[in-house]
Each structure stands twice: as C-alpha cells, then as structure tokens.
T-cell receptor, first 116, second 110 residues
Framework: DQQVKQNSPSLSVQEGRISILNCDYT??????FLWYKKYPAEGPTFLIS?????DKNEDGRFTVFLNKSAKHLSLHIVPSQPGDSAVYFC???????????????FGKGTLLTVNP | DVKVTQSSRYLVKRTGEKVFLECVQD?????MFWYRQDPGLGLRLIYF???????EKGDIPEGYSVSREKKERFSLILESASTNQTSMYLC?????????FGDGTRLSIL
C-alpha cells in the first residue's frame, strides 16, 4: 500500500511561471515532510522540509505548503527556471510519533520540465 | 558539506555472482541506508543501519544483505545476483533528517 503518493508522473511549465508539485499521504503518523530533487545520473539532493506544526515553509523560490486535514502537501517553485527541470520526490517520516524517526517513505516522483 | 561516496558509478556483473556495493560517509552519521530506484517505482528502501553492526530490513530486503563494521562504511551485498536486481542503487546517511545521498551505482546483471 502506497503511503506517499505523487499522482502526476510529469509536469511541464514555461520559464518564469509557477510550478506546483503535489503529494498526498495516508499515514497519520507522518509528521515531517521533505522534498528532494534528482537530476539524471546523480543522487537526490535535499530541497526543503516542513514539520507538521507548520503549514508553510519558504526558502527562496521554493515554498512548501502542508494541509494536515487533507493529508496533502505541495511544492511551489516561483519563478520556474530551466535548471529546475528534474525529478522531484516527496518523502515523509514519523519523526516524533514513536516510529522509526529516521526512516523516509518516498513517493514515486514527478518529472518537471521547464521550457525556455 | 556532507559527502557520501559510492565506490562505483557503473557496474556490470553476471547472474549468480556475489556483488558488493560500498558506501562511505564523512559526517560521522549514525544512520545509513540503501535504496534502489526503478522507473515508475520511486525510491524503495532495502536495508538501513542505525549503528555499527546494527541493521534493519527495509521494504524490499529479499536477495540482499548488508554489513556495517565501521561507522562510516555501509556495504550492500547481493548474495547471488539475478537479472531483476538490475537497477540504480543509492546510499544515504543522516543524523536525523534530511538524508544525504551519494550519486548512485547503476548495476546491470547480465
């Protein structure tokens, strides 16, 4: 059973516009969420995270929003740049919920293409 | 900067061989992880370790084993390689979060 779902395998946007990547989760024990970015032939790199006590976290062009009641989070990239073209993975952990707080459960990823 | 180094970027082995994938981290992290990444399946956890000589199974441990004799080094072992183990293998390390990843080993089993 997939506990972290990224329902859009791909997304295409124009340079300068907003990219919105979505992620849903089913496990209510998850309380910490991360986004990773992955280029081909490289390992994933950490982008931004959010704790369940917040509903928004911002870092430059990247903002993550968390809606706990809907078990939904999204990553906004504004403005989008061609160098943002990569696969984006959503991940979740049960950091303070008594589970294995260092384990991550990943979604299947969304391929973002930013067109010049 | 955290450095996670995987010993090989590309590896080709034969069915039935015993295969060793090595990973070294330089940040004194307690936790280390092995994942495999396959198209359309995302990252799936094979094994992880939270201390020297300690290990726990992840979601897909069948056909794999691991070894952690030193804190900085975590090895993934394919006991008898099969073609369905052809994949991208990723190692990661962490204290808590986030996990930091190496660049991966693309393993082909012929």
């Amino acid at each position: 059973d997939q506990q972290v779902k990224q329902n859009s395998p791909s997304l295409s946007v124009q340079e300068g516009r907003i990219s919105i990547l979505n992620c849903d989760y089913t496990n209510s024990m998850f309380d910490y969420f991360l986004w990773y970015k992955k280029y081909p032939a490289e390992g994933p790199t950490f982008l931004i995270s959010i704790s369940s006590i917040k509903d928004k976290n911002e870092d430059g062009r990247f903002t993550v929003f968390l809606n706990k009641s809907a078990k939904h989070l999204s990553l906004h990239i504004v403005p989008s740049q061609p160098g943002d073209s990569a696969v984006y993975f959503c991940a979740a952990s049960a950091r303070f919920s008594g589970g294995s707080n260092y384990k991550l459960t990943f979604g299947k990823g969304t391929l973002l293409t930013v067109n010049p | 900067d955290v450095k996670v180094t995987q010993s090989s970027r590309y590896l080709v082995k034969r069915t039935g061989e015993k295969v060793f994938l090595e990973c070294v981290q330089d940040m004194d992290h307690e936790n280390m992880f092995w994942y495999r990444q396959d198209p359309g399946l995302g990252l799936r956890l094979i094994y992880f370790s939270y201390d020297v000589k300690m290990k726990e199974k992840g979601d897909i441990p069948e056909g794999y084993s691991v070894s952690r004799e030193k804190k900085e080094r975590f090895s993934l072992i394919l006991e008898s390689a099969s073609t369905n183990q052809t994949s991208m293998y990723l190692c990661a390390s962490s204290s808590y979060q986030p996990q930091h990843f190496g660049d991966g080993t693309r393993l082909s089993i012929l």
